[in-house]
């Protein structure tokens, strides 16, 4: 079955150090990849997209990987700010021509300053 | 004013009951969908809609029903709400091609007592 795996355990880092998060998926061959981030109480905001022929991608202090080979994909942020703890979800597009986004169940992130 | 907008905010109900839950958009997007959100599962795909005349099943619909009232209005009902019915919902929209780049409301916390 399709699976899309993201770390359940919270990462801890601290402030100015670069977090990265992976996504590692299976049972899929999607077009593109996206993260997005998740507050509590809040719903998830689009950050990224990167496509299946694009090896990485950057938003000022963002930066995505995307390996089809391995079937991963890296999220970083480098210079980390408080303000940049959440939730953040890894999504693919469901490669069966139905337009369906399916999402990880993200990884907390806390950076403590 | 927010561009997908959710009613309630939050609900309290009781088993066998039926609930309706509203979503708006002013984003202008055909492509409309409705999540659901447990602790520790993700998001889950309940209903899809990409235009007025079109409804699609998303992976979990039993117990579910949708109406696509306009573009910008998506609602979604629970015939007999049950009490593992109980999550974060969560409406968004996309004007990607093939269903990227999703904005999501704020959502709607219910609790089937």
């Known amino acids: 079955s399709q699976k899309i795996e993201q770390n359940s355990e919270a990462l801890n880092i601290q402030e100015g150090k670069t977090a990265t998060l992976t996504c590692n998926y299976t049972?899929?061959?999607?077009?593109?990849l996206q993260w997005y981030r998740q507050d509590p109480g809040r719903g998830p905001v689009f950050l990224l997209l990167?496509?299946?022929?694009?090896k990485e991608k950057r938003k000022e202090r963002l930066k995505v990987t995307f390996d089809t080979t391995l079937k991963q994909s890296l999220f970083h942020i480098t210079a980390s700010q408080p303000a940049d703890s959440a939730t953040y979800l890894c999504?693919?597009?469901?490669?069966?021509?139905?337009?369906?986004?399916?999402f990880g169940a993200g990884t907390r992130l806390f950076v403590k300053a | 004013d927010a561009d997908v907008t959710q009613t309630p905010r939050n609900r309290i109900t009781k088993t066998g009951k039926r609930i309706m839950l509203e979503c708006s958009q002013t984003?202008?997007?055909?492509?409309m969908y409705w999540y659901r959100q447990d602790p520790g599962l993700g998001l889950r795909l309940i209903y899809y809609?990409?235009?007025?005349?079109?409804?699609n099943k998303g992976e979990i619909s039993d117990g579910y029903s949708v109406s696509r009232q306009a573009q910008a209005k998506f609602s979604l009902s629970l015939e007999s709400a049950i009490p593992n019915q109980t999550a974060l919902y969560f409406c968004?929209?996309?004007?990607?091609?093939?269903?990227?780049?999703?904005?999501f409301g704020s959502g709607t916390q219910l609790s089937v007592l």
């Open positions: 999504a693919l597009d469901e490669d069966t021509g139905g337009f369906k986004t399916i």
């Open positions: 968004a929209t996309s004007a990607g091609a093939h269903g990227e780049k999703l904005f």
């Open positions: 984003k202008g997007h055909d492509r």
């Open positions: 990167i496509r299946e022929n694009e």
């Open positions: 809609s990409f235009d007025v005349k079109d409804i």
């Open positions: 049972n899929y061959s999607p077009a593109y």
